[in-house]
């Protein structure tokens, strides 16, 4: 993953802030000791005043490590202690937004250090020192949280510029676990994950990673992401949920639920568009058995959609619906809801589509009303069809007997000039094999 310093540089000035710049922090860490020290002796003095007043980060530590080894148990190491933790800070916050060199390799030294000394550089004992006395315990804990959180952070973009995207993702985790408020590291760690599922192939936590970029588009207030970062946000999230999933559907409530926390729970799962489609399948497979008529309907029209003429050729003159067999289990007649009366030798008919699917071609005129909404059963020989819209014709051969459930009083009528001369019966094939969907 591509490392963006203006975006880290951003990040780093959030932390900054939550510092409390020129406020707490100054106000804590002291930048001499007490006005009348007890010293050990002059030594003790020289190193400790020039460790004091070195503006210089480094030069500050080296100072303040010589004076720990050399006077382990002074009588100054509180103060020791408060002046090793600012120095640390201030490497740690000068490493954002930095290219590798000395001052990022200085401040990974520093996040590290702090990090390990935690409980030594934030212990409660400190409060009793003057500088600390204003301080309240929350105050002194959110100093604490503050640094901890600024260090993994620095330790998380020294980790992207590596393109290390374990130790940056562990970082950005341990972040949120302490502030979950950050929504630029919910967006940086949804992006190392996408990128570590791009290197692994294994689609396995996209979850996750979804989950991360809908929680940085939720959090408000101080920490949000700024008109830039979030438009970035959006446009990942809207990329990658329905390349995922297959669709948007679902993301409206995965928005609700990021609300809740930074991290999503255990076992949270987003269903990928293959299990999707398997869910289908197995729904509609069981809605199969469970409606033969309706599937075998819907098989025919697949074919007739891709495959057009080609298979017409063989389904038309076949019987519809076929006798029972391997390729038809289903009913003897079909149903449908009647849509209208086109003509006077027609009937259209909704077997799967409210717009009319089916057209009923009879060689008699109907005489009557067959309302719209008439439930009726079906059977015809197969004479034509159109794919957009989607219709099937089937020729009726004996109305009286091949339509049920139509109001009483239809008839069927044969034209006048026709009535010396019946219609002939169309000879009815037998069904073709099954069509592949």
């Keep these: 993953m591509k490392s963006h310093p203006a975006s880290f540089q951003r990040f780093a000035t959030v932390f900054a802030g939550l510092l409390v710049a020129g406020t707490l922090v100054s106000h804590a860490i002291a930048q001499t000791p007490p006005a ?233 799962h987003i269903l990928s568009v293959v299990e999707v489609e398997e869910i289908k399948e197995k729904d509609h497979a069981a809605w199969a058995i469970a409606h033969p008529e309706l599937a075998f309907w819907e098989t025919i029209r697949t074919a007739l959609q891709s495959q057009g003429d080609t298979f017409f050729a063989s389904l038309q003159g076949v019987g519809f619906p076929p006798p029972a067999g391997d390729a038809y289990k289903g009913a003897t007649m079909f149903r449908g809801t009647v849509v209208s009366v086109p003509s006077p030798k027609q009937i259209l008919v909704n077997v799967d589509n409210s717009a009319g699917d089916a057209i009923l071609k009879l060689d008699d005129n109907i005489k009557g009303e067959i309302p719209a909404g008439t439930t009726i059963q079906f059977k015809g020989v197969v004479d034509a069809y159109t794919k957009d819209p989607y219709t099937l014709t089937l020729v009726i051969q004996e109305p009286k007997t091949d339509i049920t459930g139509l109001p009483e009083g239809v008839t069927f009528v044969a034209d006048t000039a026709a009535k010396s001369k019946p219609a002939p019966k169309r000879p009815v094939k037998a069904i073709p094999k099954a069509p592949k969907k």
């Design 36 to 268: 009348t020290p007890t010293w050990k002796d002059q030594g003790e003095s020289d190193i400790g005043l020039a460790a004091g007043n070195e503006p210089d980060a480094i030069k500050k530590l080296d100072l303040l490590r010589k004076w720990e080894q050399q006077y382990p148990d002074s009588a100054l190491k509180s103060q020791r202690i408060l002046l090793t933790a600012k120095a640390l800070t201030a490497l740690i916050t000068g490493g954002f937004g930095k290219p590798d060199g000395p001052a990022l390799q200085a401040g990974e030294k520093a996040a590290h250090q702090l990090l390990d000394g935690l409980n030594t550089y934030f212990d409660d004992a400190l409060r009793s020192l003057p500088q600390l006395a204003e301080l309240s315990p929350a105050d002194w804990a959110k100093i604490r949280s503050t640094s901890e959180m600024q260090a993994h952070s620095l330790l998380a973009y020294i980790a992207a510029l590596k393109k290390d995207d374990a130790t940056s993702e562990a970082e950005y985790r341990k972040v949120l676990l302490i502030d979950p408020t950050q929504a630029a590291t919910s967006y940086q760690l949804g992006r190392t994950i996408i990128h570590e599922i791009s290197l692994s192939k294994n689609f396995a936590r996209f979850s996750e990673a979804l989950y991360e970029l809908a929680r940085s588009l939720t959090v408000t207030g101080p920490n949000a992401l700024p008109a830039e970062g979030r438009a970035a946000a959006e446009k990942a999230l809207k990329a990658n949920y329905p390349n995922y999933h297959g669709s948007n559907d679902g993301l409206e409530d995965l928005m609700k639920q990021a609300v809740t926390s930074a991290l999503p729970p255990d076992g949270f």
